[in-house]
C-alpha cells in the first residue's frame, strides 16, 4: 500500500501561481511513477502531469506545457505541482497518484494503483 497526502490547494486570481504537495508513505520502493491529475465538476478524470520515479522522464497534458511543471522534493518522497499562469479552466480538484513497478502508461487513468483524496484548486477570472 502507499498513501498519498495532497497540499496547497486554495483560491488565486488568473494569471496567479500555485503550488501543490503530494507526500507519499508506505510501500514507496514500489513506486515507477507519480502523476497530478484533475476533475472539475461533470467532468471526467483528466491527466495533468507525470514523473518516473527515476526522474529521467516528465510527461505533460498539451493544456499545461508552458504553465505547469512537476518536481521531486528533497525529502524524496515527495513531489510538487508548480502551477503558473493559471486560468479559470484550471479549476478543479488535483489528485496525486501513483503507478505501481510493471504497470503502465504513466498518462492513463487506468494505470495508476493509490490516489490521494484531492485538493480543490480555484481559479477566478
Known amino acids: 500500500q502507499v498513501q498519498l497526502v495532497e497540499s496547497g490547494g486554495g483560491l488565486v486570481q488568473a494569471g496567479g501561481s500555485l503550488r501543490l504537495s503530494c507526500a507519499a508513505s508506505g510501500r514507496t520502493f514500489s513506486i515507477y511513477a507519480m502523476g497530478w491529475f484533475r476533475q472539475a465538476p461533470g467532468k471526467e478524470r483528466e491527466f495533468v502531469l507525470a514523473i518516473k520515479w527515476s526522474g529521467d522522464s516528465t510527461y505533460y497534458a498539451d493544456s499545461v506545457k508552458g504553465r505547469f511543471t512537476m518536481s521531486r522534493g528533497n525529502a524524496k518522497n515527495t513531489v510538487y505541482l508548480q502551477m503558473n499562469n493559471l486560468k479559470p479552466e484550471d479549476t478543479a480538484v488535483y489528485h496525486c497518484?501513483?503507478?505501481?513497478?510493471?504497470?503502465?502508461?504513466?498518462?492513463?487513468?487506468?494505470?495508476?494503483?493509490?490516489w490521494g483524496q484531492g485538493t480543490q484548486v480555484t481559479v477566478s477570472s
Open positions: 497518484a501513483v503507478v505501481r513497478l510493471g504497470a503502465g502508461d504513466p498518462t492513463k487513468v487506468e494505470s495508476y494503483d493509490y
